[in-house]
C-alpha cells in the first residue's frame, strides 16, 4: 500500500456512507470530465477500496498515487493519465 | 349519498393521468433498472426522468433526490442518515415539539443511543421562537428538524428565519415538508435548508412513494443498506411504477401551484368553513395559527365532544374528516400537538380537522357546515358534560 501525505488534486470525490460498489463507479464517471494529468482525490470510509481502487486504476489504464488516512475517511488519489476514461 | 372527502392530509386521490404513466411499468417495462441489457438501462433513464420532475417541483436538482417509500422513510433518512454520518462531530440533536411522529421517534431513538435531544416548546399558535433555537444550539449539535407546516393544526414555521440560524452556527438544518409539497409553492433554495422530506399521497401520487432532497455533498448513511440503486444511498430495487407515479403526480402539482388562483380558491373554501362552523356553533377554538397556515386547513377543538364520536357521525353523513393525529386517536392519547400549544386535555379531545383540497366544491363545504353544526348538536344533546356545563 503506498501513502502520501499533502497531495494536492484538482477534484473531490465524497463517497462517505456511500454503499459499494458506488467507489467504482464513480471515479470512472468524474474521471471522464477531468483533463490528462489532473488528480482526482476520493474520500471513503470503505475498506475494500483500498484494494479495489488501486485495482481499478491498473485495469483502466489510470495512475494510482496513494492514499492518506484522515480523521474519519481514507483519501485516494488518482492521476489521469489515459484519455477517453 | 355523495360522499365529500375533506381529509386530504391523510391521502389523496391519484389523478387518472398518474395511473396512465404508471401502468406500462408494471407489465410493458418490467425491466430491473440495475440490469446492464438495454431494457433495463431504458428504466433507469425513466426513473432518472422523473428524479428530474421531482426535483423541479421542489427547485432542487435530480441528483439531490432520493426515492424512499413514504414521507415517514424520507424523515427516518434524513435524520439517522446525517445523525449517523455525523457522529464524530457531535451528539445534540434539536426538533420541535410538534413534530410528526418519525421525526419524534427517530430522535427518540437516538434518546436511548446516549444522544441528547432538544424538543424546542412553540407558542400557541404551534410555532417555534427563533431565538429559543439560537439559544438551543451548542457546539455540539450536529442536527435540527423542524417541520414546514403542521398536519394537525396547519401552522406554518418560519424556515427561512430558522435555517438561517443554522446556516450560521453550521449546523445541518432539515424540514418535514409532507404537509406542504403539493399544495403551496415550495423551492429549497428559498426555504435555504439541507434536507427536505415530501409524501406521494400527500401530492396525488400513490400510497407507497416519497422522497428526501439533500444538498449535494451532503454525508448521509443509509437506512437500507444494498448497492447501487438511489447511487448507493438506498439499496433495494426500485419502485419503479411508484416513481413514475410520483414523478407525473409533481409535474401535475407543480403546473397548478404555478397558477396562484388555485391556491386562492382552496383558501376561500376553507374561509368560507371556517367562517360557517364558527357562526353555527358556540364553545369551539379554532387552533393553529389564524393566518400563517396551509391554506386548505382548518383545525377545531370542540367544547363537550369526543373527536371520534364527532368523526363517526360525518361518516354516517358521507362526510370524511380526521381528528388530526391517528396516532394518538387510536390509542385514546391526547394529541402531543395540543397538548404543546396549551390547549386543556378536556377540550383536545374534542379535535377535528378538514383538509381540503383543489378538488373540492364550495357547495361540499356549505353541506359540511350545516352536517357539521347539526352532529355538534346531537352529541352534546348526549353529553354528560355539556348538561353538566349548561347547567353551571
Avoid at chain 2, 63 to 68: D, L, N, P, V
Avoid at chain 2, 128 to 134: A, R
Avoid at chain 2, 291 to 313: K, N, Q, T, W, Y
Wanted: aromatic residues 6%; glycine residues 8%; negative net charge.
Amino acid at each position: 500500500m503506498k501513502f502520501v501525505e499533502k497531495q494536492k488534486a484538482n477534484e473531490t470525490l465524497d463517497l462517505v456512507c456511500r454503499m459499494c460498489p458506488m467507489h467504482l463507479l464513480e471515479p470512472g464517471e468524474k474521471l471522464k470530465c477531468m483533463k490528462t494529468g489532473q488528480v482526482l482525490e476520493v474520500l471513503t470510509d470503505y475498506d475494500g477500496a483500498l484494494e479495489d481502487i488501486p485495482r481499478w486504476c491498473e485495469r483502466n489504464g489510470q495512475e494510482f498515487i496513494g492514499i492518506e488516512e484522515d480523521d474519519d475517511c481514507y483519501k485516494l488519489y488518482i492521476k489521469k493519465v489515459k484519455q477517453g476514461e | 349519498m355523495d360522499k365529500i372527502y375533506l381529509d386530504h392530509a391523510a391521502a389523496t386521490p391519484v389523478n387518472k393521468a398518474v395511473i396512465e404513466a404508471m401502468l406500462p411499468y408494471f407489465d410493458l417495462h418490467f425491466a430491473n433498472p440495475s440490469a446492464v441489457y438495454d431494457i433495463g438501462a431504458e428504466i433507469k433513464k425513466v426513473i432518472d426522468e422523473h428524479r428530474e420532475r421531482v426535483g423541479a417541483l421542489i427547485g432542487a436538482k435530480a441528483e439531490e433526490i432520493i426515492f424512499t417509500s413514504s414521507g415517514a422513510e424520507a424523515n427516518n433518512l434524513a435524520i439517522k442518515g446525517v445523525v449517523f454520518a455525523g457522529q464524530k462531530k457531535g451528539n445534540h440533536i434539536i426538533i420541535s415539539a410538534i413534530e410528526h411522529h418519525s421525526v419524534l421517534n427517530s430522535a427518540r431513538f437516538f434518546e436511548r443511543m446516549d444522544y441528547e435531544v432538544t424538543f424546542l416548546p412553540v407558542d400557541e399558535y404551534g410555532l417555534v421562537d427563533p431565538d429559543g433555537l439560537k439559544k438551543a444550539i451548542r457546539p455540539e449539535t450536529i442536527l435540527v428538524s423542524i417541520m414546514h407546516a403542521n398536519n394537525e393544526i396547519g401552522s406554518m414555521q418560519p424556515i427561512t428565519e430558522l435555517s438561517s440560524i443554522c446556516r450560521e452556527k453550521d449546523v445541518v438544518f432539515h424540514t418535514d415538508a409532507v404537509a406542504t409539497v403539493g399544495n403551496i409553492p415550495v423551492n429549497v433554495h428559498e426555504l435555504d435548508v439541507d434536507l427536505l422530506s415530501l409524501s406521494g399521497p400527500s401530492l396525488g401520487a400513490p400510497k407507497g412513494t416519497g422522497a428526501l432532497y439533500f444538498r449535494k455533498n451532503l454525508r448521509l448513511m443509509p437506512l437500507i443498506q444494498g448497492g447501487i440503486q438511489e447511487n448507493g444511498r438506498r439499496g433495494g430495487t426500485e419502485n419503479v411504477p411508484g416513481i413514475v407515479g410520483l414523478g407525473k403526480a409533481a409535474e401535475i402539482a407543480a403546473q397548478e401551484l404555478s397558477h396562484s388562483e388555485n391556491i386562492k380558491r382552496v383558501q376561500q373554501m376553507r374561509d368560507r368553513l371556517v367562517q360557517g362552523i364558527s357562526a353555527n356553533v358556540d364553545r369551539i377554538k379554532y387552533t393553529g395559527h389564524p393566518d400563517r397556515r396551509l391554506p386548505g386547513h382548518a383545525s377545531f377543538c370542540v367544547e363537550a365532544i369526543e373527536g371520534e364520536a364527532l368523526i363517526f357521525m360525518l361518516t354516517g353523513e358521507g362526510i370524511y374528516a380526521n381528528t388530526g393525529s391517528a396516532c394518538a386517536s387510536k390509542a385514546l392519547k391526547t394529541s402531543p400537538v395540543l397538548v404543546a400549544i396549551g390547549v386543556p386535555p378536556g377540550l383536545a379531545q374534542g379535535s377535528i380537522v378538514f383538509t381540503i383540497s383543489r378538488g373540492n366544491r364550495l357547495n361540499e363545504i356549505e353541506v359540511a357546515i350545516d352536517t357539521f353544526s347539526r352532529a355538534v348538536k346531537k352529541l352534546r344533546a348526549l353529553s354528560p358534560v355539556w348538561k353538566g356545563h349548561r347547567h353551571l
